[in-house]
Each structure stands twice: as C-alpha cells, then as structure tokens.
Nanobody, 122 residues
Framework: VQLQASGGGLVQIGDSLRLSCAAS??????VSWFRQAPENEREFVAA????????KYADSVKGRFTISTDKAKNTVSLQMNSLKPEDTAVYYC??????????????????WGQGTQVTVSS
C-alpha cells in the first residue's frame, strides 16, 4: 500500500487546513494521522477505523480536528480548525491492522505516507 499525504501549508493562528491521505488500495483496519515537530518524537493525532467509522483523537486536538474517510476514493482527511503554533509539525498518515486500543503507538503501523508540513505562524 502506498500512501500520499497532501494539504499542508503555512497558515496563521486560528486558520484551518484540510489534509488528505490517498491510498493506492483499500486500506487496513485503521488509518491514522501522526505528527512530528523538530526534536520531538512522533505523536499520535487522530485515527479512524475503516469498518464502523470509530474515531480517536489526541487530547491536544480534540474538538478542533476531525478525521473522516471516503471509502470510495480510499482517502482519509484531517480537517484542522483553530490552528495553534504548537500544531506546527510534519504530518504523516499511516495504516495498521493493530487492535483499536493500540492505535496511538506509531510502532504498530505497517505503512506510512511521506509527510506534509504544517506551519502555524503567529
């Protein structure tokens, strides 16, 4: 499976961005977004289960970010609203078959996209 992330950019505080992750084939059980800022570890942002559509969010983005899927297009999107400087990072999408309780662990993921830069300027 190849993943292509897109939609990043430079925005101002409070702005919105929509990231997309396009998969080359129907994806595994779960598709997630992670992010990594310079000198930080990769951190979980949001996940969506392909079957049933269950979602999970990091506390830092809950209420501001929304993950959704378009199964027909094999695409998962991350709508990011009310962006803050601390949201600045490279955002990666990834897929996994791991159980739902373990989706926050980046080591459990099978395939990763190339990343897209999000910069929130003050």
């Amino acid at each position: 499976v190849q993943l292509q992330a897109s939609g990043g950019g430079l925005v101002q505080i409070g702005d919105s961005l929509r990231l997309s992750c396009a998969a080359s084939a129907p994806t595994f059980h779960t598709v997630s977004w992670f992010r990594q800022a310079p000198e930080n570890e990769r951190e979980f942002v949001a996940a969506i289960r392909r079957t049933g559509g269950s979602t999970k969010y990091a506390d830092s983005v809950k209420g501001r970010f929304t993950i959704s899927t378009d199964k027909a297009k094999n695409t998962v999107s991350l709508q990011m609203n009310s962006l803050k400087p601390e949201d600045t990072a490279v955002y990666y999408c990834a897929v996994t078959r791991v159980v739902w309780s373990a989706v926050r662990d980046p080591s459990q993921y099978d395939y990763w996209g190339q990343g897209t830069q999000v910069t929130v300027s003050s």
